[in-house]
């Protein structure tokens, strides 16, 4: 792999991997290995539903350390300096404040790296149509979000 991917991510993001990643690897691993136990233990092997089932959860559970360990390797954590004056610009790890033109409506995002994302949470994406489109923006402008079935303008009310 001579091309990785970087993957934006706030210290707080980072440690919930790290957190993750461990747990699976110190608590989750050791359960998997008492739940083949068992399995074996009830007979044969080619007919056990629970060994089948407990070979399938070790298999989720190797994959998911597989990609947490990638994660981490290539992580880049978001600088989060503060938004300290007007002149301040839309980055990540910043929270925006936005105010949709079309209906008035406004709303509060952390925009986060693509792992982050949780919309539903007020983390948004570096690289939705949204934020790419606020991106080194400042407060008070008005902007075009394209890439969307009805492209709309939203207005920067705050950085923070």
Known sequence: ???TEKFYVTQAGYDELVRELNDLVQNVRKQVIIELQEARAQGDL???AD?????DHQAQVEKRIA???AMIKNAEIIEEDAAD???ALVRLGRTVTLKDLSDGEEYVFNI???????PLNGKLSNNT???EAIMDKKIGDIVRVQRVDEPYDVEILNIA
């Not at 060994?51 to 070979?55: F, G, N, T, V």
């Not at 986060?112 to 949780?118: N, T, W």
């Open 112 to 118: 986060v790296g693509s792992i982050e994302a949780d």
């Open 46 to 48: 080619s007919e056990n």
């Open 51 to 55: 060994y089948d089932a407990a070979r």
């Open 129 to 131: 149509p949204l934020a």
């Open 1 to 3: 792999m001579a091309d």
């Open 67 to 69: 990609e947490l360990d």
């Open 85 to 87: 004056d007007k002149n």
